[in-house]
């Protein structure tokens, strides 16, 4: 079984991918580490968060309580409505995540975005804009399998 963060961004993935699609439909990619190519946008990408996962004990069975940070970025191609389809895209991933089932199965100390931004990046020829959204994911795991979400 991958562990817990692994099955936190793939369910994440899932939700994205599932229907009604957002208007990046199938293009939705976790820990991708090159840039998005214009072909690719809009597209969203998924990856752990630079404040990464806190680890706490719990004092309930020897569990420990885990806050994984999660960056979810959909981007779309720059141009006079980036910014505002950016917004959109930004709000089509926020509803979903916020209302994800699946989400909330894995980590039921909570599912919440954290924080929400505007990004302008790319070259000459790629420039993007993104709303960069940062979500903050609460699981309990066992310290001996911390593949097993409780």
């Known amino acids: 079984m991958p562990h817990a963060q692994q099955q936190i961004l793939e369910a994440i993935k899932a939700d994205l991918l599932g229907a009604p699609q957002t ?6 990619f976790v820990d991708r580490v090159d840039a998005l190519q214009p072909t690719e946008l809009p597209g969203i990408v998924i990856a752990e968060d630079d404040g ?34 950016a917004r959109e895209l930004g709000l089509q991933i926020e509803k979903r995540l916020a209302a994800s089932t699946a989400l909330r199965a894995l980590c039921k100390g ?29 699981y309990l795991v066992s310290p001996i399998t911390p593949e097993t979400i409780f």
Do not use: F, K, Y
């Open 23 to 28: 208007a990046a439909q199938g293009r939705v």
């Open 52 to 85: 990464g996962e806190s680890i706490e004990p719990q004092t309930v069975h020897g569990l420990l309580r885990r806050e994984l940070l999660v960056s979810v970025t959909g981007v779309v191609s720059h141009g006079i409505t980036a910014a505002a389809d």
């Open 110 to 138: 909570g599912v919440r975005i954290a924080t929400s931004r505007h990004i302008n990046a790319g070259d000459a020829d790629r420039l993007m804009a993104a709303r960069e959204q940062t979500w903050r994911m609460t």
